[in-house]
C-alpha cells in the first residue's frame, strides 16, 4: 500500500485561460501582499533552477539583479555586438573631437586652403554619419536584446502561473486574474525599459564618458579637474530625484492595476450589469479610477519633466564654474585651438552623464514592475510531481478512495470525511447530495487538483502521488459544469488535449458526432472552424456544453468524469448525449455527477455524498424516495439538489 508523500511537478491542462484586459505601463501593488506568492519551474531553465536552488536551501532570496541576470545573459551574443557598435561609435567621437577643434583654423585659412577646409570638413562629416549609424545599429541590437530577456521573464512568468496549484485561482492566491495579466503583458515592457537603460550605461555611455574624459584630460588636465567636479553634483542630484521617481513610479502603477482589475471584473460581467442597470454605477467606478490614475500618473509625468531641466541647471551651473576656472588658467598655453577641442569633448561627456541620470530613472521605474513580475514565480506548489513518479501508458480504470479527508481551509468542517470507495474498472458511479455536498471535489481529487490533508487515493493500486500529473490528467477526461470553452475554432477547443498544429479533424469529427453536437457545427457557417467567441460567448448552454463532452471524447481516457455535463440540454439533445454515454459507458470507468434522473439511473450503482461522508444508495430505494419528481412527459426529470 502506498503511503502518503510529498510531491513534485505541474500541470496546466486544467487552468483556464486568464482574461486579458490590459494597457502599457503598469507596476506596483502592496508588496507584502505579493511576496506571500511562491514558484517553482516547470521547465529546467538556467534561470529557475537558480532562483529554487536558493528556495531550496533556505537562504535569503536572491536579489532582483541577481534574478534578472540569467535572462539578459542569455542575449550575450546580441549584447556583444551591440557593444561593439558602441565602441566603433564612441572612436569615431573621440577621432572628431580634435577635427572639431581644427576646423576654425582651416576655416580661417579657407582664402589659400579651400582644399583643406573641405578635406577637414568632409572628415568631420564622414565622422558624424559613421558614429550615427554605429550609434543607431548599437541601439537596434540592445533593443532586441532587451525585448528578448523581458518575452524570456513573461514566458517564465506564464509558465509559474500555470504551474500554480488550482487554490491560488480560488481567490486565495491574493492575486486577482486581471493582476496577473497585468504583470505578464505592461510590466514585462517595464522591465525591457529598464533592461535597455542598464545595457545602454554599462558600455556604450561608460566609453563614451571616459573617451571624452580622457580627451579633456588630454587637452587640459587643470581644467579637466574642474569641469569634474560638475559631475559629482549633477549625479546627486540625479540620485535624489530618482528615489522620488520610484514611489511616484509605485504609486502609478497601483492605480492603473487597480483599473486594470477593474476592467477585467467588469467587462466579462456585461450581462449582469445591463440586466441589472450597472451601467451608471459602473460608470462612476470607473470614473474614480481613472481619477486615481490621473493624479498618480500626473505627479510620475511631472517628475519626470522636472528631472532633465534640474540636470540642465546644474549642467550651466557648472559650465559658469569652468569658464571662470579658464579664465584663472587663461595664463597657460591654453590656445583657441584647444578650448574648442575641450568644450566639444565636455558636450559630448555631458550626454552620457545625462544617460546614466535617464537609466537610472528607467531602472527605478522598472524595478517595482521586476519585482512583481518575479513574484509570480518564487513558489513550490504543493501539487507537484515527484522526481520519481511513473508515466503510465495505459490504465484500467480501476480507482480506490482509502480514507481521504479534505477540506479547503483550515479550521471548517471536512468536504470529504474519511471517505473510503472502491470503483472497480468499467463501472459507472452516480453521485448525488445536497448541493455543496463535496460531489465535485471528490472529482477534483482524483485528478489532483487538490492535496487531501489525510488519506490517498489509488488509480489501478498505484497512488496517484505516484503518477506523473500530466500522465494522471491524460486517463481521466473531465467535463466540469462550467463547460468551459477558450477564444478559437470549434475543431480548436474539442482537440484541446492535443499540442497546437496538431489536430486530429477526424477524430475532432467522430467526437462531435458521438457528442451529438455535429448537427448545431454543421450549420454554422465556418464549420469546424468557426470561432466560439470569449469563452464560448457566440454560443448556448447546451452547444457549449456538447462541446465539453465532444472533447472528453476526443481525449479518449480511461475515466470520465461527468460533472453535470447535460444539465443545460434540452431533453432531445440530451437524449441524445446520454445514448453516447451509455455506449462510453461500456468502455469507460465514468462518474457521474448528475441531478437528472435518467443519468442517475444510468449508473450501475448510486452514492450520496452529504456531511462529508458517501453513502450507497439501492437503486429501488432511490428511485421511490425521488419518484415524485418523474416527469408526465417521459423525459428526463431534474432532480434538483438532492
Ligand atoms: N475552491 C474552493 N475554495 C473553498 N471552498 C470551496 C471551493 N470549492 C468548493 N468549495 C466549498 O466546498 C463545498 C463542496 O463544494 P462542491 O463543489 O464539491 O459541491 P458539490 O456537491 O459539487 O455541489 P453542487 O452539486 O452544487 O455542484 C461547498 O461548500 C463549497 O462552498
Not at 550609434?135 to 533593443?143: E, G, H, I, K, R
Not at 487554490?167 to 492566491?173: L, T
Not at 466560439?532 to 456538447?546: A, D, E
Amino acid at each position: 500500500m502506498a503511503t502518503p508523500m510529498p510531491h513534485t511537478t505541474i500541470s496546466s491542462q486544467t487552468l483556464m485561460l486568464l482574461p486579458h484586459v490590459s494597457r502599457r505601463r503598469c507596476g506596483g501593488r502592496a508588496r507584502a501582499r505579493i511576496l506571500a506568492l511562491t514558484a517553482t519551474p516547470t521547465s529546467a531553465s538556467a534561470c529557475s533552477f537558480h532562483v529554487c536552488a536558493t528556495a531550496a536551501r533556505g537562504s535569503s532570496p536572491p536579489s532582483l539583479f541577481d534574478e534578472a541576470f540569467p535572462y539578459v545573459a542569455a542575449e550575450w551574443k546580441t549584447i556583444v555586438k551591440g557593444w561593439a557598435c558602441a565602441a566603433a561609435a564612441v572612436y569615431c567621437l573621440s577621432r572628431a573631437v580634435p577635427a572639431a577643434g581644427r576646423l576654425p583654423r582651416a576655416l580661417a585659412a579657407c582664402g589659400g586652403g579651400a582644399a583643406e577646409a573641405l578635406k577637414g570638413g568632409v572628415a568631420l562629416a564622414g565622422l558624424a554619419a559613421a558614429r550615427s549609424a554605429a550609434a543607431y545599429v548599437q541601439q537596434a541590437l540592445l533593443w532586441e536584446a532587451a525585448l528578448r530577456a523581458a518575452a524570456r521573464l513573461r514566458e517564465r512568468a506564464f509558465e509559474g502561473v500555470l504551474a500554480r496549484d488550482l487554490a491560488f485561482f480560488d481567490g486565495r492566491g491574493g492575486l486577482s486574474a486581471g493582476d496577473i495579466a497585468h504583470r505578464i503583458t505592461d510590466e514585462a515592457d517595464d522591465v525591457a525599459d529598464a533592461v535597455y537603460s542598464v545595457l545602454n550605461i554599462i558600455v556604450p555611455t561608460s566609453l563614451q564618458l571616459i573617451a571624452m574624459g580622457h580627451q579633456m584630460v588630454i587637452i587640459n588636465p587643470l581644467l579637466s579637474m574642474v569641469a569634474a567636479t560638475v559631475i559629482p553634483c549633477m549625479w546627486l542630484v540625479i540620485a535624489s530625484l530618482g528615489r522620488r521617481l520610484r514611489q511616484i513610479s509605485k504609486e502609478a502603477h497601483i492605480s492603473l492595476a487597480m483599473l486594470t482589475v477593474y476592467l477585467n471584473d467588469v467587462l466579462p460581467s456585461m450581462l449582469t450589469v445591463k440586466a441589472n442597470n450597472g451601467e451608471r454605477k459602473e460608470i462612476s467606478r470607473f470614473q474614480n479610477l481613472v481619477i486615481d490614475d490621473i493624479k498618480n500618473n500626473l505627479s510620475k509625468k511631472k517628475m519626470k519633466a522636472l528631472i532633465p531641466q534640474v540636470v540642465r541647471a546644474t549642467y550651466i551651473g557648472g559650465l559658469v564654474v569652468l569658464c571662470a576656472g579658464s579664465i584663472a588658467v587663461s595664463g597657460t598655453s591654453f590656445d583657441g585651438e584647444g578650448f574648442l577641442s575641450f568644450l566639444t569633448a565636455l558636450a559630448l561627456a555631458i550626454e552620457p552623464i545625462q544617460d546614466f541620470g535617464k537609466a537610472y530613472n528607467e531602472y527605478k521605474q522598472g524595478e517595482p514592475a521586476l519585482d512583481r513580475i518575479f513574484d509570480l514565480t518564487r513558489f513550490i506548489p504543493e501539487v507537484r510531481d515527484k522526481p520519481t513518479a511513473v508515466h503510465l501508458k495505459s490504465v484500467k480504470g480501476d480507482i480506490k478512495f482509502h480514507d481521504v479527508t479534505f477540506r479547503y481551509i483550515d479550521g471548517i468542517p471536512p468536504i470529504l470525511d474519511g471517505v473510503n470507495l472502491h470503483i472497480r474498472s468499467g463501472e459507472t458511479i452516480a453521485f448525488v447530495g445536497p448541493s455543496g455536498g463535496g460531489k465535485t471535489t471528490l472529482a477534483k481529487l482524483l485528478l489532483r487538483l487538490y492535496q487531501p490533508q489525510s488519506g490517498y487515493i489509488l488509480l489501478d493500486n498505484c497512488d496517484i502521488r505516484d503518477i506523473q500529473l500530466r500522465c494522471l490528467r491524460t486517463h481521466i477526461a473531465f467535463v466540469s459544469q462550467d463547460a468551459m470553452l477558450f477564444s478559437g475554432t470549434i475543431a480548436e477547443n474539442i482537440a484541446y488535449g492535443d499540442p497546437m498544429g496538431a489536430i486530429d479533424m477526424s477524430k475532432v469529427e467522430c467526437a462531435a458526432k458521438i457528442a451529438n453536437a455535429e448537427e448545431f457545427i454543421k450549420m454554422l457557417p465556418g464549420g469546424y472552424n468557426s470561432y466560439v467567441g470569449q469563452k464560448g460567448s457566440s454560443l448556448s448552454g447546451g452547444q457549449k456544453q456538447r462541446l465539453s463532452v465532444a472533447r472528453a471524447i476526443y481525449q479518449n481516457s480511461s475515466i470520465l468524469i461527468l460533472d453535470e455535463a447535460t444539465s443545460a440540454l434540452d431533453s432531445r439533445s440530451e437524449i441524445l448525449v446520454k445514448e453516447a454515454l451509455t455506449n462510453l459507458m461500456a468502455s469507460h470507468t465514468v462518474l457521474v455527477i448528475a441531478h437528472r434522473l435518467e443519468m442517475i439511473l444510468m449508473a450501475d450503482r448510486i452514492l450520496s455524498l452529504e456531511g462529508g461522508k458517501l453513502q450507497e444508495i439501492k437503486k429501488s430505494s432511490f428511485l421511490s424516495r425521488y419518484s415524485q419528481f418523474s416527469s408526465p412527459q417521459g423525459t428526463s426529470p431534474k432532480l434538483g439538489k438532492v
